[in-house]
């Protein structure tokens, strides 16, 4: 180990006998949060990520970051060629190609552009042997009905039939990104966000110890981190699941979509920090986009972001913060300010910022609400007057 990766390690309290992963969720524009964590983390390890960790893996907009790390580009370069990226391919079809008579949203011309200037035709396996780093990338195959990992271990030939590393870096990051409805799909491959590795620090865990050389991973001796987007509680009432507005077939359909991501990626959680998983240091690093949980973070002045009626971050709705769609361009420097705010939180909450899972003494996460209401439910549920009432 170099001298700078190990003072690194010393700073961050990373065990100098552990291997490193980096997962980075799927979450359209929101990623740019990710990259504000990103380039604290840097800042405090003193090398760039492509140094720091052994592997790195990613989901939609979180896999084009993790392919970006692994071609030796530093968080602040990602975050210039990201903002790029954001304006130029995020460009909505003149009327002539509106989306009801070409479904896609958007067009991936740019994209596929700005990635070819970006990475040539770089195959995996030639991205991950330059600077020595394990990579893996996420996306659907609707054809086969499974999740595919764009993988690649250096130093383990015998992986060679199992994962793709003759693959162009460039198409998977494609097939990564390929959500339905925004973007068309890649022949027969969708965004991975759309699979059950939105969040792909399991993959991650489960691909490093089963593909990588023969004692390179081992779950006890391994610091995975895990960055979020963002996630959105959806704000639902009691009388909204009984009387839903609009059709009840698109109002559960909505609800099931974005449900079960998010209850894909918590369980993952749960089993990473249960203690199953015996010697795994796990660093997660999430916000749930609320009302009670932005009241945690610092109050950031917004009077210079447009499309926001609220001057401070404290001001913001639940409405205001539930209009935040992966593709709204206008929103983007207001994910950019929290992402800071996110920042600036860790950097209060811990003494050695991301040195430690971000969890209180329960193991749940601290800037993650939770919308129970575990009293009201034990008082109705014990009561048969209030049972019988309700209508079958």
Known sequence: MSEERKQAFAKLKINPENKTILALDGGGIRGIMTLQMLKKLEDIAGIPCYKLFNMVAGTSTGGIMAGLIASGKTAYEIEDLYIKLVKQVFKKKSWAAHRLLNPPEYSKKNYRKILKETLGDLTVKELCEKNNIDLMITAKDVVAGEETFFSYFTQNTSA??????????????????????????????????????????????????????????????????????????????ADNVNNPKGLDVYFWLQWIMTEAGDDASDLQNYILRSGLIKGLDFRRFQLSLDKKAIKNLPNIDLTKIDDIAADKLHDLSDEDLADIPLDKVALFPLMKEIGQAITEKITELQEH?????????????????????????????????WLDKIES
């Open 160 to 237: 060679k039939k199992y994962t793709y590393e003759d693959v162009l870096v460039r198409a998977a990051l494609e097939a990564t990104m390929s959500a339905p409805t925004y973007f068309a799909p890649l022949e027969r491959f969708i965004d991975g966000g759309v699979t059950t590795y939105n969040n792909p620090a399991m993959a991650a865990l489960i691909e490093a110890v089963h593909y990588g050389p023969a004692g390179k991973y081992e779950t006890e001796k391994i610091t995975l981190y895990s960055f979020g987007t963002g996630c959105r509680p959806q704000f639902i009432t």
């Open 353 to 385: 910022p991301f040195s430690t899972d971000l969890v209180d003494k329960n193991k749940k996460e601290i800037l993650v609400s939770r919308l129970g209401a575990i009293d009201q439910i034990k008082k109705q549920f014990s009561d048969a007057k």
